[in-house]
Each structure stands twice: as structure tokens, then as C-alpha cells.
């Protein structure tokens, strides 16, 4: 079945960098949509980045673009997202989505298109 896993948060200061990355199993994600999601308590899950599954266009939100890049190992079947001058704002859980239904940029960001996620990694960045 298909399966997400997301490591590699942990807790850096503002300015610093960490590497997500979201292990896909019992699919190939080379032909899926993958998506990063994150979420603080009491706000709703907020799309960051998406990469499509036909010709692997990226998106991210404007709060992140310019500092945070998604990339794939197909060989790993591994999905990352390296984020760059990390601020407090970054704080949060983030989640990887894969998806059966192509993602584009008028409707990537919308959680509640995403069919199946990881658990989560928490991620915060403070002094």
C-alpha cells in the first residue's frame, strides 16, 4: 500500500537550513504529484511545494519561494525539501502528499485534494 514517511526536522536557528525528506513505498513517485504541506496548532494545513506528476513542474507558496527547493531521487523513490534562511515563521509539522489526480498550480495548495500523507515531521526554528 502507499506509504510516506518524512524525516529530518529538528530545531535550528533562524537563518539556519534543514533537508525534509519524504520516503514513498508501495508506489512509484516518479509518475505521481508530490506535495509538502505544513501546519502550526489551531491553523490549517498550508501547501509549500509541489512537484506535478506528467512533467515535474515545481510550485511553492510566496512565503517560501526563493528559500525552500523540492527535488526527487528516483532511485531512492525519495522526495526532499531543502529550505534555505529559515525563520521562526517556518516553525511547524510538515507533512509530504502524494495524490492519484495530477496537481496544478491553480489547486496544488489545497489540502483537502491530497488523498494520502506521512505523519509528519516537526520542524522549529528559534534561537
Known amino acids: 500500500q502507499v506509504q510516506l514517511v518524512e524525516s529530518g526536522g529538528g530545531l535550528v536557528q533562524p537563518g539556519g537550513s534543514l533537508r525534509l525528506s519524504c520516503a514513498a513505498s508501495?508506489?512509484?513517485?516518479?509518475?505521481?504529484?508530490i506535495g509538502w504541506f505544513r501546519q502550526v496548532p489551531g491553523k490549517e494545513r498550508e501547501g509549500v511545494s509541489c512537484?506535478?506528476?506528467?512533467?515535474?513542474?515545481?510550485y511553492y507558496s510566496d512565503s517560501v519561494k526563493g528559500r525552500f527547493t523540492i527535488s526527487t531521487d528516483s532511485a531512492k523513490n525519495t522526495v526532499y525539501l531543502q529550505m534555505n534562511s529559515l525563520t521562526p515563521e517556518d516553525t511547524a509539522v510538515y507533512y509530504c502528499?502524494?495524490?492519484?489526480?495530477?496537481?496544478?498550480?491553480?489547486?496544488?495548495?489545497?489540502?483537502?485534494?491530497?488523498?494520502?500523507w506521512g505523519q509528519g515531521t516537526q520542524v522549529t526554528v528559534k534561537s
Open positions: 512537484i506535478s506528476g506528467s512533467d515535474r513542474s515545481t
Open positions: 508501495g508506489f512509484t513517485l516518479d509518475y505521481y504529484a
Open positions: 502528499a502524494t495524490d492519484a489526480i495530477e496537481k496544478y498550480s491553480s489547486s496544488w495548495y489545497a489540502h483537502l485534494l491530497w488523498h494520502y
